[in-house]
């Protein structure tokens, strides 16, 4: 986050707000972006609501509140449009796990494997691949494919979809979120002491173990879905502690306890107020990608979005 030594919020809440008319942009945020961010937004999400939205919409200009591959994506599937990510170096710890040339070894190694990438990847990897998916649609994206799945990048959510279908066909990478791959079994335990009763939901981005001991392994829209619709009172909430601010503010009656506060992903937190104001002001940082990258990259985006 860069400091801004000249507006207080209020005024660049409202500067922010005159720009995007003039520019006609439209700003997306994911659901773990500072709590300033997503309450400017137009509109929060995860990463595949937010892809939805990036296709759809009828703005010249996309500001991306998240982190670069779900920019390069919102790029991939509106390449005419201007999309920016107001801080060039909000990346993915899991996405620079692996790139396209390992990728194209594993073809090698499993020719005839379908291989399967989780969004949180370069569009580099995308080019490389049959189809994606996010959290929310793996399992369905996963159930409709026959025979050997390489699934790339997440080892975390490959074994958690292989286990939800029975299936012993599907290969993980070795890629993890260090996020939620520190969540552990403990944790849980001690919150279900501390909070009898309460829903434990978890991200499908955390190891098997965790999840088989969760309520429920969601994608971050999920979550949010999950919580309307349970009478529960309180909730441990087992992912990234943006969203606590989401779900706060759509249910104020409602109480939630992170599975552990140190659940904060760093590139997630690099953004503030002033940064999105720069973005729309200079039109920075664009997101470019050449247009054969843009080609390969969209097939597989395209036929994740199709379902
Ligand atoms: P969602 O698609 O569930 O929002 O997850 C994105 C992510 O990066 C989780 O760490
Ligand atoms: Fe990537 Fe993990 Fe951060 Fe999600 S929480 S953006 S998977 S590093």
Not at 154 to 179: E, Q, T
Not at 241 to 270: S, W, Y
Request: glycine letters at 4%; charged letters at 25%; one cysteine or more.
């Amino acid at each position: 986050m860069s400091s801004n030594p000249d507006f207080s919020d209020a005024e660049l809440i409202e500067i922010i707000g005159n720009l995007k008319k003039q520019r006609n942009a439209v700003i997306l945020a994911h659901n773990y972006v500072p709590a300033e961010i997503q309450d400017i937004a137009d509109f929060c999400g995860d990463s595949l609501e937010l892809s939805i939205k990036a296709a759809d919409t009828a703005a010249d200009v996309i500001v991306f509140c998240g982190v670069r591959f779900m920019a390069e994506t919102a790029k991939i599937l509106s390449p005419e449009k201007t999309v920016l990510l107001p801080v060039s170096d909000a990346g993915c710890a899991m996405a620079q796990m692996i790139d396209a040339a390992a990728v194209r070894e594993l073809k090698r190694l499993h020719p005839g494997a379908t291989v399967v990438c989780y969004v949180n990847s370069t569009a580099e990897v995308k080019t490389e691949v049959d189809v994606c998916c996010t959290s929310a649609n793996a399992a369905k994206i996963v159930e409709k494919l026959k025979g050997e799945v390489i699934f790339v990048p997440d080892g975390n959510l490959a074994r958690n979809v292989a286990h939800k279908l029975k299936r012993d066909d599907i290969m993980p990478f070795k890629g993890y979120c260090p996020i939620h791959n520190r969540f552990t079994v403990e944790m849980i335990k001690k919150r279900r002491r501390e909070f009898p009763g309460a829903p434990v939901f978890v991200h499908p981005e955390c190891p098997p173990d965790v999840t088989a001991a969760a309520d429920a392994a969601l994608s971050t829209g999920m979550m949010l879905k999950y919580v309307r619709e349970n009478p529960s009172d309180t909730f441990v909430v087992g992912t990234e502690i943006g969203i606590i601010h989401r779900l706060e503010k759509e249910n104020p009656a409602k109480k939630f306890v992170p599975l552990t506060t140190q659940a904060v992903c760093p590139d997630m937190k690099k953004i503030g107020l002033w940064d999105v104001y720069v973005a729309l002001r200079d039109l920075s940082e664009q997101i470019e990608l050449d247009e054969e990258t843009v080609k390969k990259a969209r097939g597989p985006i395209d036929r994740m979005i199709k379902g």
